[in-house]
């Protein structure tokens, strides 16, 4: 079947024997069943692969008699990660899906068997979902590039490649985990009016609102991937923060590109949103006729119809100070996906074009997604102007950049008139003092 496709899994008016899951603000209800990677809190089990259901998770190989056979063959072969389970492809998780969709409605014959297998979320660790093999960050917010660009480039801020061609980096896959504590970056940085650089802690710490797709079937070496089939290589999407040393950045940037200013930590959410739960957020994807429109291996019908998605993003912040005063974190801006150049499909097909074989779990970073205002914007580089207006918390503290103790959070939903709200959890990271 299509992801794009609606079915009784999207039914709004589904309810789950799960209390927490029919709370309208929960991230978690029936409609969602996003995939993780757990084991319980403090504990020596091995993680194993879980789908969030509310306030908890179902323990898939827990519940492995009451799920397809073929599911739970897949399912065993995850050790490390769900990569052997997302390289089948989105059929073998469709399946999944529809399967415990029935299993967790309310009326259920199968309730009190399945009710074994639940493993609360507060009781529970969450990692990494699956092994990123490869990380590549791409530039498809052109609100982001344009701001940013104005800062450095005040008569020219896009690249005159910028609207022609799907702009990315490989980045650092290493250090990419969830609920990342990690300490302020070093680097080395050269000064204006200075001709010698030094080597020391970041001091232009920087977030990144962006958002992650999964790749579940890759492609041989040599192959590309048809802008027709791309989604089908698609397993879901989750939060991403692509931290960033600002000051490390603009000198290291010469002429290669990122480098230690971005490999110290990229936090993404936990928590894999399936392509088929989005279904029911899809936009059409256009560009005004004055703009350059895509090369034809970029374009597509079904590209044109429903290739852009409607997320609502927003990043947080909680100070020691507002953690010590049990102040709640505070909201620094707003965005949606939905302002991206270029959508998830022709970022795989341009990744891909040139032979590069994209392996399961690779992950593909959207870039910073800011807004089309300036209060929207979705890094502090932008918020703040390069450094040069400090923003005012509600606490009364003020930032340029993030100081030691400072936790982002990344939370993100998809809404829709018809449909059941859903979202992604939160992608949190914090700074630690340098080393």
């Not at 799960?18 to 993680?47: H, K, T, Y």
């Not at 056979?69 to 529809?98: I, K, M, Q």
């Not at 650092?172 to 009016?193: A, D, E, L």
């Amino acid at each position: 079947m299509s992801i794009t496709q609606l079915n009784e899994t999207h039914d709004q008016n589904l309810q789950s024997w799960v209390a927490g899951a029919n709370d309208p603000a929960s991230d978690f209800p029936i409609q969602n069943l996003p995939l993780g990677w757990f084991r319980r809190r403090q504990s020596v089990e091995n993680f194993r692969p879980g789908v969030a259901i509310g306030e908890q998770i179902v323990d898939l190989l827990a519940a492995r008699d009451l799920l397809p056979a073929h599911v739970v063959a897949a399912l065993e072969h995850c050790r490390d990660g769900l990569n052997p389970f997302l390289a089948r492809g989105n059929a073998l998780s469709s399946t999944l899906r529809a399967a415990l969709s029935a299993l967790l409605r309310r009326g259920s014959a199968q309730q009190a068997a399945l009710s074994a297998c639940l493993v609360a979320q507060a009781d529970a660790d969450l990692g990494l979902p699956c092994q990123v093999g490869d990380f590549s960050d791409f530039f498809t917010g052109i609100h982001h590039a344009t701001a940013t660009g104005k800062l450095f480039r005040p008569e020219n801020p896009l690249m005159p490649n910028y609207k022609w061609i799907p702009v990315a980096y490989h980045g650092r896959s290493s250090s990419i985990g969830v609920n990342q504590y990690f300490p302020r970056p070093k680097g080395q940085v050269k000064s204006p009016g200075h001709d010698t650089p030094v080597f020391q802690p970041s001091r232009r710490l920087d977030f990144e609102l962006e958002m992650g797709v999964v790749i579940g079937r890759g492609n041989a070496l040599g192959s590309a991937i048809p802008i027709s089939e791309a989604e089908e290589h698609a397993c879901g999407m989750v939060l991403l923060n692509d931290w960033s040393a600002r000051d490390v950045q603009g000198w290291e940037s010469q002429p290669l590109g990122p480098f230690l200013g971005k490999n110290f930590a990229t936090t993404i959410s936990p928590w894999i949103v399936s392509m088929e739960a989005l279904a029911p957020f899809r936009l059409p994807f256009s560009r005004d006729a004055n703009e350059p429109q895509p090369l034809p291996y970029l374009e597509s019908a079904a590209n044109r119809d429903h290739g852009m998605l409607d997320i609502d993003l927003e990043v947080l912040i909680a100070t020691p100070a507002m953690r010590a005063a049990g102040l709640p974190p505070a909201r620094l801006a707003r965005s949606n996906y939905k302002h991206a150049w270029w959508t998830l499909a022709q970022t795989i097909t341009h990744h891909a074009s040139n032979g590069c074989n994209l392996q399961s779990g690779d992950l593909l970073g959207t870039g910073t997604l800011s807004g089309p205002v300036p209060a929207d914007a979705g890094s502090l580089l932008e918020l703040t102007s390069g450094g040069k207006s400090p923003l005012t918390l509600p606490n009364g503290e003020s930032r340029t950049f993030l100081q030691d103790g400072d936790a982002v959070m990344l939370r993100a939903h998809c809404e829709r008139a018809g449909f059941r709200r859903i979202g992604f959890g939160e992608a949190r990271g914090e700074v630690l003092p340098a080393l």
